[in-house]
Structure formats: structure tokens, C-alpha cells
């Protein structure tokens, strides 16, 4: 199928990537030109003509791959407004950086221009190692272009902590900001910290945004899944109820205030699964123990992988358009797939049902099935 550029989008993504990591190399931060393959995907490959899945219906995916070392690992995930161009952070500690094409129906179809150039530490000097390097989730305030090219959030596991980057300024160069470490919200799984991150308003004119962040698989005593809103260095904590064997991996703010929350589960008998939950704005206050509706839920039949980053996007007519990216640990027999869907939310949400208390076997069509002890203790990819 014939792959075409929007001349808009590209001079979009050109104009941000001139200052962008990812431009001007030093010592520090040198950024590298990467090359990638790209190949189509179906959504649902033993059933050519599923298109709509949940509230999910497909726009199109692809399959990204690299001779470069450090290309893998993504986890985080920012795509600019017109969704000409992306941004992601990786399990090693680096940026990617890359413009994303599209067929004549508008569909996801490829990707060019792809950079990376390492994350730069409180000393200046990149990140190394899985213990400081493993940054899991990204989230953009927008600067004067309103793209990527704003500050960075960015939530880190092993060493918990969430750092801020100025992009606009600096690009590849800029150093962090502290602004949360594990004495500021308490102790966290070792390699089950924040995995989502969002912004919220500010509090107060003079204050900046407020931090939304969920744990993969930090628990409360009941076994809900903890999270917490940071203003400043005030935490207030509320709660995920769980749904087992699915764990949070990102989310999102829908333009209405709602979020998305992707999740995922694995085990050696079910392969990988991804659940996606609607959460209403409305439900996220301290203390509360928040669910939502689910939007879809699916397992290995589909083009999936260990999906982790998450984006949404709306365009000049008011659709929803969700990314998501996997997470493939480096490992040769996992994929890094970026997958693109149109989000209907147009009819009467569901009520949320009652969270199971034990795991699911997947069903035939790898969705999630009837209660079942046997994937209780399979590890989770990271």
C-alpha cells in the first residue's frame, strides 16, 4: 500500500526534531541516527476482517526493528498533537525520537528520521545501568508549540523517583529535576513502582501541574493497587481495585478529564494479554478506591506484545486516536509493535463489574476467561 507524508504533519515534526534530541550532540548527550524496519501488522491476523474490538476499532499498526543495541525497552510513550511525530523513554534510560507516516486512509503504516540519544542524569552525564537507567512512563507538558517539545516527566523503578526535563530548552542536553524520590511517597515494589504517570490542574495559579501516578503492582493491605496525586511534595494516596491477572502499565488524559489505563498480564500458559479501563475524573479523589468501565480486553491471537506505552490524540474533528507501544525487554523472542485505534465513546458507558478475586485463564479467543489459581504465580514481563 502506498505510504505518503502530510506535508503538514512533517513540517511539524521537522520544525520540533530541529531542537529535539535530539539535534545537537556533545559528549554528554550525543544523539544518533538509527536505522529502523518497519512492517504492517493486522490486528486480529485469524480474523482478517475484525476491525472493532471493545470500543477499540483499528487504525492501523506496525512492527519497529533495529540493528542498534539500545533500540528496545520502550516504555513510555508521548505522540505530538497532529501525530506526526513521537517520543518515548526506554527500560537502558534513552530517548527515542521519530516521525510517524501514514497511509491514504489515514492509517499508521511506518516510521522515519528515528533517533536516540541517552538521558542525562543530576550530574550531566547519561544514566546508566538498570538501576537508575529504568524509566517507565513519560508525560509532556506542552511548551510555547504546544508539542513535544515541552518539560518531560518521567517516572523512574528501582530507584523510585520522577524527574523533570526541559526539552524546550534543551533538548537531548537537559539535566533533570528532582521533584519526587521514594521519601516523598514511602516504599514501593522494587520492580513494581510507578509504571503510569499523568498531570492534573494545578492547585493554585502560582503552583505547577499536579502529578497523577499508579504503581504496577505496589498493594494495600486489602490488595488494591496504590496510587497517588502529588501537589508539590504533598502526596495524597487512593486506590486501583485490582483485576487480577492484569497489572497497570500507563495511562492517559482523555481531553474531558477522564483517563484511560492500560494494563497487561502474561503467563506461560495464557501468553500476553492487554485490558484497557475507562476511569471516570469524577472517582479520582485521595482516599477513594477507583474502577472503570472495560473497554477491551484481549489476548496473544491479536498484534500484541508486552504493551506499556500509552498516548491519546484528538484531531480538528473531535476523534479520539489511541497509541500504544510494547515493551520488548530486549528479549528475541518479544516484538516492539506501536499500535494506532480510533476510540468510540460514544454510547452509554457499562457500570464497572465486580474486580475477580482470583486470576483468569484466557479464554479461546485469548480473552480473559473463568477464575483459575494456575496463573497465580507466572512472572510479568517488565
Known sequence: MAIRYRSICVLAACTAFAALPLTAPSAKAASENIEVSTSAL?????DRSEMKTGKLSWAGGIEISSSNDDFGGWSGLAVSADGAAMLSVSDKGNWLTAILLYDERGRLSGMAEAKIAPMLGLDG??????????????????GATDGLMGKAYVSFERAHRIWRYDLEAYGAEAKPEQLLTQRHFGRLNNNGGIESLELLPSSSPEKDKRILAITEDTLDPLGHIKGFIADGHDIAWFRVKAREPYSPTDMARLPNGDLLLLERRFSPYGGVGMQMRLISSDTLKPGAVIDGEILVDVGQHYSIDNMEGLAVREDGKGNLYVYMLSDNNFNPLQRTLLLMFKLDLSEEPEPAQEAPTRPRIPAADGSSGEAST????APAPR
Not at 374 to 377: H, I
Open 42 to 46: 493486522l490486528w486480529n491476523p485469524e
Open 125 to 142: 552525564k547519561p544514566v546508566s545501568g538498570k538501576q537508575l537507567g529504568d524509566a517507565e512512563s513519560l508525560v509532556i507538558a506542552p
Open 374 to 377: 494456575s496463573e497465580e504465580a
